[in-house]
């Protein structure tokens, strides 16, 4: 049996709704916390970094709006902007999941829940957590290898500050840049200090050998694009 892992909170006013949901989700889950007052979320978040947050969107008795747990959802962000918050209410309306998914919620649950579309649910959720911290580690990985592998510009000479002002002037542009020169002529460490320099520097930056790319391939994809651009021919009559 595979270990079971991630943290998930639940917080909710009704106390039914906190039991059912740790009983069901402490199945699957290495962590499952669950309180009724929305006021300790603070503490909950200094305490825990949380895989995925369920969060009611009603606290105050009679209310029905939603506002509260819109609230709460801006103050989690705000505290936690890679939290992934789920929201729930019994009083289902389209405009208020609406609101809640611009707001940065990732989804929407109506109570009283089918079990297996709050576990598809919270698994999705879970999903999108790893390949969110997949993409963090390849962009500090990238940035560990640009830092380790870039020599940097080197040369005060009147040519390289020419060239290190044009990229100054380019690299924060949307641009398309062209290098062009001889090997070893260090094409490259130009690219890497656009990149470095650039706005997408937080980014991964792809680099390709076209030297390993087969000439055929440019010609197929040429074909095919140039194929797709043919208007439709007009039905003859």
Known sequence: MAEKSGNILVIDDDPDVLTAAQLLLKRHYALVVADENPERIPDFLRQQSWD?????????????????????????????????????????????????????????VLKPWHNERLLTTVAAAMRLRASRQEVQHLKSREKEMVATSSTGMVGASKVMRELQDSIRRVAPTQANVLILGENGTGKEVVAREIYQQSKRADEVLITVDLGSVAETLFESEHTVSRRNRQPAAAPAG
Do not use: R
């Open 52 to 108: 995925v947050i369920l969060l009611d969107m009603n606290f105050a008795i009679g209310a029905n709006s939603g506002a509260e747990g819109l609230q709460w959802l801006a103050h989690i962000l705000a505290q936690q902007p890679s939290a992934l918050v789920i929201l729930m209410t019994a009083y289902g309306a389209v405009d208020t999941a609406v609101k809640a998914i611009k707001q940065g919620a990732i989804d929407f």
